[in-house]
């Protein structure tokens, strides 16, 4: 090789997507979601990245052997807990792939629908200005929790005009460029589609499974979301008002490290 001259990346190195999953007390979920996601993406390149956000009861101690077994994954810590938000960010940008999976850490969502959200963000060409979100069709969850869930995603989608039936869902598909260039925020993860539509992009919505919750309790409730979500609603409208020159488009629905 001559001198000065940077050798070029191996490409059958570089992970094809990254698989995000930001995670906190989830010591008895986070081993058998972590197989699942190896399982469903079976010889195909990819990293998985893990965000333990401030997990207080064991879960850094499985992760950190579970590291060490799977070459794929690679752990992030919050040596406190710093939100869902800031645990997504700090894993996309931690991420070297340009395709960015997200899902939550609870097992509620069923990594085998990965894949099929993946392979339909690549059919549509991928690029900076698509989204796929996972649309959960039966919940699997409280009588009270899916109707507070169906009364936010009314009243959202009628507000921010984001084209998507189910922000609330884990599973995603996007671009981490076009992640990287949306304005960061906390609670940002909830209107990942209105900030895609805002920068001029396409959302599509795809049937999904959701399964019941086998381990844990859920971090959130109704009245700890409520309060917040009002405010955050309030500050996403005032951020869509003011973006300008930007046409929104609409696909549609088919029904280790320490920080």
Not at 21 to 50: H, K, M, W
Not at 93 to 120: C, E, S, V, Y
Not at 252 to 257: L, P
């Amino acid at each position: 090789m001559i001198q000065g001259m940077m050798a070029k990346p191996d490409i059958k190195s570089i992970p094809e997507f990254a698989i995000v999953v930001p995670v906190r007390n989830e010591v008895e979920s986070v081993g058998p979601l972590i197989d699942e996601i190896i399982i469903a993406f079976n010889e195909r390149r990819y990293e998985v990245i893990i965000i333990d956000d401030g997990s207080d009861d064991g879960t850094g101690d499985i992760l950190a052997d579970l590291e060490m077994r799977h070459q794929s994954l690679h752990i992030i810590t919050h040596n406190c807990a710093k939100g869902q938000s800031t645990a997504i960010v700090s894993g996309i940008r931690a991420a070297k792939a340009t395709i960015i999976i997200t899902m939550d850490g609870d097992g509620q969502n069923d990594p085998a629908d990965a894949p099929k959200l993946l392979n339909r963000f690549i059919e549509l060409g991928g690029g900076d200005h698509i989204m796929i979100v996972g649309h959960r069709i039966n919940r699997r969850d409280t009588l009270l929790k899916r109707f507070a869930s169906k009364v936010a995603n009314v009243v959202r989608s009628n507000l921010l005009k984001d084209a998507t039936p189910d922000t609330g869902c884990g599973l995603k598909v996007f671009s981490r460029q076009a992640f990287i260039e949306m304005p960061a925020f906390d609670h940002m993860h909830r209107f990942l589609p209105a900030l895609m539509i805002r920068a001029g992009g396409k959302v599509l919505s795809i049937p999904v499974n959701h399964r019941i919750r086998a381990y844990g309790v859920s971090k959130y409730g109704l009245w700890n979301r409520l309060w917040v979500g009002i405010i955050d609603l309030l500050g996403m409208m005032w951020l869509t008002r003011r973006t300008t020159n930007v046409k929104p488009q609409k696909v549609g629905s088919t029904q280790g490290k320490k920080i």
